[in-house]
């Protein structure tokens, strides 16, 4: 499966350093309450492999916060704060890959026009690559993957369940062919 990883860095702010919120904020970036006296705020979308926290990628989450909460500064008034780095699993069109995995010789879904043609892997099942929209996607994701296991009607409508089948991009490699 072609997935790449994506450096991501999140910011953890000490409590009192903030207003005060009260529920999760998100829109181009996030900031949550302050839990166990921290905020989390973040979070960068880079190609780098280094998992070392970078200042700049902290100022980068302060102008996230700014367009979440008015009237902050434009330079960062947090102080030291503390920082974490983490890597998503991101596919191509940023699309999550749930579903029955194909097999990956092309040989063994030769001529396969369609997902439902695909060689698969009976019992060997995906939920991964939700990149940065995992809590987003994972219930409904569930819901799909376990419906498809149960052979139960599916959550989904039929263009969404192809858009997220594992199997996807073998399928356009096989007709590129």
Same mark, same amino acid.
């Given at each position: 499966?072609?997935?790449?990883?994506?450096?991501?860095?999140?910011? =953890?702010?000490?409590? @009192?350093? +903030?207003?005060?919120?009260?529920? /999760?904020?998100? #829109?181009?970036?996030?900031?949550?309450?302050?839990?166990q006296g921290w905020h989390c705020a973040g979070?960068?979308?880079?190609?780098?492999?280094?998992?070392?926290?970078?200042?700049a990628r902290n100022e980068e989450n302060w102008t996230r916060v700014r367009r979440l909460l008015d009237g902050l500064p434009e330079a960062a008034t947090w102080g030291d704060v503390a920082a974490r780095v983490g890597f998503r699993a991101v596919a191509p069109d940023? =699309?999550?890959?749930? @579903?029955? +995995?194909?097999?990956?010789?092309? /040989?063994?879904? #030769?001529?396969?026009t369609q997902l439902a043609h695909l060689a698969r892997h009976a019992g060997l099942h995906s939920a991964l690559g939700y990149a940065s929209r995992g809590l987003v996607w994972s219930a409904l994701m569930a819901e799909h993957l376990a419906s498809l296991m149960e052979g139960d009607p599916l959550p989904l409508e039929s263009d969404l369940a192809a858009a997220v089948d594992p199997g996807r991009f073998l399928l356009k490699q096989l007709k590129r062919q």
């Open positions: 499966m072609p997935l790449q990883a994506i450096r991501g860095q999140v910011t =953890l702010v000490p409590q @009192g350093r +903030l207003p005060d919120v009260r529920t /999760a904020l998100c #829109r181009e970036g996030y900031l949550t309450p302050a839990v979070a960068t979308y880079d190609h780098g492999t280094d998992p070392t926290p970078e200042p940023r =699309l999550p890959l749930v @579903g029955t +995995l194909a097999q990956a010789d092309p /040989a063994a879904s #030769r001529g396969a």
